[in-house]
Nanobody, 125 residues
Framework: QVQLVESGGGLVQAGGSLRLSCAASGRTFSSYTMGWFRQAPGKERDFVAAIIRGGSNIYYADSVKGRFTISTDNAANTVYLQMISLQPGDTAVYCC??????????????????WGQGTQVTVSS
């Protein structure tokens, strides 16, 4: 069992930056693929970024490449999402998720086993 708790969301102006954190408790953090997803009102849950267990590979959605960076601090059992050049289209609830079975479909939300409660990111124009 893994518990995930996000923090770091907030209101920021367009062009600004935020860093989201996701603290994990439970099983060894590096055993999981960690992902970030976001969901805007009335829209589907979208893949943002993922880091494969141990940091061997990192993936980003095209919409955030060059602006968002996913990273982990294994000693702190925390995964981060650094976001720069934020735009109103980035407004959403951001959730972190953990995948325990080695699935390759890391862009699909339904393969993840554990989810945090989410943190709101609002970007004003």
């Amino acid at each position: 069992q893994v518990q995930l708790v996000e923090s770091g969301g907030g209101l920021v102006q367009a062009g600004g930056s935020l860093r989201l954190s996701c603290a994990a408790s439970g099983r060894t953090f590096s055993s999981y693929t960690m992902g970030w997803f976001r969901q805007a009102p009335g829209k589907e849950r979208d893949f943002v970024a993922a880091i494969i267990r141990g940091g061997s590979n990192i993936y980003y959605a095209d919409s955030v490449k060059g602006r968002f960076t996913i990273s982990t601090d294994n000693a702190a059992n925390t995964v981060y999402l650094q976001m720069i050049s934020l735009q109103p289209g980035d407004t959403a609830v951001y959730c972190c998720a953990a995948e325990a079975h080695g699935s390759r479909n890391i862009g699909r939300w339904d393969i993840y086993d554990y989810w945090g409660q989410g943190t709101q990111v609002t970007v004003s124009s």
